[in-house]
Every structure is written in C-alpha cells, then in structure tokens.
C-alpha cells in the first residue's frame, strides 16, 4: 500500500510562494526556511507528481505547462483550506480576499458605490478590484468574479443575472445644436458616429424601421477602448455614441445627453451578470457572499427606460450638415 503524504499543502505552499515571489530565497524568506530547504521541497513534489514543474536557471524561473496547470489548482486547494479553517474557527463567518474584474463603467456606476454597504456587511472579507474593459480570463488573472455587460459567450463559466439596461443613441446639446438633429435613419449618416475598440463590439447600431431591423454602421472619427471614455466624448460634443441607460441616466435628466431617434430605436435590453469559476458546486463561502450581496443589491430597473429630462437648449430639431460624412 502506498505511503500517504501527510504534509502535501506543505509542498503545496511552498510552491506557490516560489511562483509568486520568483525565486527560492523569496519564497524561503516568507516561509522561515532556508532557500536550499524550499528547493529540496520542490524536488521532492517534482518527484511525487513524475513532472518538471520548473524551469530554474541562474536568472529567473519559468514554469512548464505542467507547473502552470498545478499552480492554478494548487492556488484554489490552499484558498479552500483556509476558508475551512476560517469557517470552522468563526462560526462560518464569510473571511478572506474576494477578486472582482469589471468594466469601468460598471465599476464605477455599479460596484463602487456597493463597497462600503457591503463591507459594512462583511467586515471580515478584503476586496481587490480591477477595471478594465478588457475581457479577462477568471483563471488566468486569478479574479474570484467578473462582471460583464452584454451577451455572454458560451463558456465554463457560471452566470448569475444581476439585471438588464436599456440603449439609446445619444448627443451633447452643443453637439446637435452644430449639427442638427437627426429625424430619421437616414441623416444619420451624415453624423460623426463614435465607436469603441471592444473585442465584442458591434460594428452596428440597430435601428427598427417599419418593423425591421436595419443596421447602421458606426462610422467615426474617434474609437473609445472604455465605456466612459465613449461617454465624455460624447458630452464633449466630439460625436454621437450608443450608450447603455444605467451609464448615462443622470446625464440625460440633467440635460447634459439627448436622446435621438428614439422612435426607431428597437429597445433591446443588454444583461448584466456576475460570472464566477464555480461549476461543480463549490464556491468559496467568501465569494458566495459577494455574490448575494450583489445579486440583492443591484437594481436596475429604472435603468431600462429613459429618465425625464429638461428641454436641451438650443438643439434644432432637424439641420443637415453641408458635407455629409461618408
């Protein structure tokens, strides 16, 4: 019968300091051991496993294919030994460090102002929150949750729907009051269309004339690789964009966005979700908890439809430009 090995989190966790320090001496250091020590446990794992796990050489170490699979595993056994030690010495109280990837416009619109409250309800857990309108890869960037806006792509990742926002094309006041206003499809053609560098963008906005679809091309001067960055070109004045309801409600009931073509605007609504690493059923009582308090917390309702706003000033309502653009 073969020996079991009472201290493999041990092995375990010295090789996940050596990964993320970048070195033995690092990792030793951390550990209370000597680097000659560290090293003769990962030999000793190396062997076990029947793998390399590492490139050493005299300036850096580079982990082979096996080692990364092993590393990325080994990060999440060690987070749930310590969620069950935590859960067993505290009652099962949510503890611990929780990883959110999102957007910057929904960061900043809708998991930002969420902190606090829900600090004040989890006091015992830490976020580190990142945002970028990057799609990030949950594993790879070892984020615990991402929240994303739109469709999702067929994936292994679970979905947990926080809500929907509505779209709606838009133009500053001083934007539409140089350029007109457009009355139909048509003349928007002549208008600076702003678009985004997302890598699942649309090339199109969608528009509902007669009962069908027809898609006009985003065609601009300018592309924005952010949410908000597309915003505050468009209060600018520099163009006219597509932007989600939730990002730009209080803009348009202060007047500061006007909403155009809203008669043949096919009003989809976009989802909103929390995806997360967790088929199988096991979820970390730390990013359970995130997870509730967001799903409880998010309210988008109003954000599918447009608010009131004042009258913009001075916006005319249909003047065509002198040199279309093409």
Same mark, same amino acid.
């Given at each position: !019968?073969?020996?079991t090995?009472?201290?493999r989190?041990?092995?375990?966790?010295?090789?996940?300091?050596?990964?993320?320090?970048?070195?033995?001496?690092?990792?030793?250091?951390?550990l209370? !051991?000597?680097?000659?020590?560290?090293?003769?446990?990962?030999?000793?794992?190396?062997a076990?496993?029947?793998?390399?796990?590492?490139h /050493?050489?005299?300036?850096k170490?580079?982990?082979?294919?096996?080692?990364?699979?092993?590393?990325?595993?080994?990060?999440r056994?060690?987070a749930? %030994?310590?969620?069950?030690?935590?859960?067993?010495a505290?009652?099962?109280?949510?503890?611990?460090?929780?990883?959110?990837?999102?957007?910057?416009?929904?960061?900043?619109? %809708?998991?930002?102002?969420?902190?606090?409250? !829900?600090?004040? !309800?989890?006091?015992?857990?830490?976020l580190d929150?990142?945002?970028?309108d990057?799609?990030?890869?949950?594993?790879?960037e070892?984020?615990?949750?991402?929240?994303?806006?739109?469709?999702l792509p067929?994936?292994?990742?679970?979905?947990?729907?926080?809500?929907?926002?509505?779209?709606?094309? %838009?133009?500053?006041?001083?934007?539409?009051? /140089?350029?007109?206003?457009?009355?139909?499809?048509?003349?928007?053609?002549?208008?600076?269309?702003?678009?985004?560098?997302?890598?699942r963008?649309?090339?199109?906005?969608?528009?509902?004339?007669?009962?069908?679809?027809?898609?006009?091309?985003?065609v601009g001067?300018?592309?924005?690789?952010?949410?908000?960055?597309?915003?505050?070109?468009?209060?600018?004045?520099?163009?006219?964009?597509?932007?989600?309801?939730f990002?730009?409600?209080?803009?348009?009931?202060?007047?500061?966005l006007?909403?155009?073509?809203?008669?043949?605007?096919?009003?989809?609504?976009?989802p909103?979700?929390?995806?997360y690493?967790?088929?199988?059923?096991?979820?970390?009582?730390?990013? /359970?908890?995130?997870?509730?308090?967001?799903?409880?917390?998010?309210?988008l309702?109003?954000?599918r439809y447009l608010?009131?706003?004042?009258?913009?000033?001075n916006?005319?309502?249909?003047r065509?430009?002198?040199h279309?653009?093409?």
């Open positions: !019968m073969p020996r090995e009472l201290n989190s041990g092995d375990m966790e010295a090789f996940v300091q050596v990964v993320d320090r970048g070195s033995f001496s690092a990792a030793a250091a951390v209370g !051991m000597t680097p000659s020590a560290v090293s003769k446990l990962i030999a000793r794992l190396e076990r496993l029947g793998t390399r796990l590492l /050493r050489s005299t300036r170490l580079q982990l082979t294919p096996e080692g990364q699979l092993y590393y990325e595993r080994a990060v056994v060690l749930d %030994l310590d969620e069950a030690e935590h859960s067993a505290a009652d099962g109280t949510p503890r611990g460090r929780v990883s959110i990837n999102a957007s910057a416009a929904v960061g900043q619109r %809708l998991l930002l102002p969420l902190v606090g409250p !829900m600090l004040q !309800m989890h006091p015992q857990i830490q929150i990142s945002l970028t990057r799609v990030v890869d949950l594993m790879e070892r984020a615990d949750i991402a929240i994303r806006w739109g469709r067929s994936s292994d990742l679970v979905a947990r729907k926080l809500g929907e926002t509505g779209l709606a094309i %838009l133009g500053s006041p001083g934007y539409l009051a /140089r350029h007109g206003t457009p009355a139909t499809p048509q003349e928007l053609l002549a208008h600076n269309r702003l678009g985004n560098t997302f890598r963008s649309q090339p199109d906005w969608p528009l509902k004339v007669d009962g069908r679809q027809l898609d006009v091309p985003i001067n300018v592309r924005a690789g952010d949410g908000e960055s597309l915003r505050q070109l468009v209060l600018d004045g520099v163009g006219l964009g597509r932007l989600s309801l990002h730009v409600r209080g803009d348009i009931a202060a007047g500061l006007v909403p155009v073509l809203e008669e043949y605007n096919p009003h989809e609504l976009e909103i979700h929390a995806v690493l967790g088929k199988g059923g096991r979820l970390p009582a730390r990013v /359970r908890a995130v997870l509730d308090f967001l799903s409880a917390s998010v309210d309702r109003e954000a608010p009131r706003a004042d009258p913009a000033p916006v005319p309502p249909n065509r430009r002198a279309p653009r093409k």
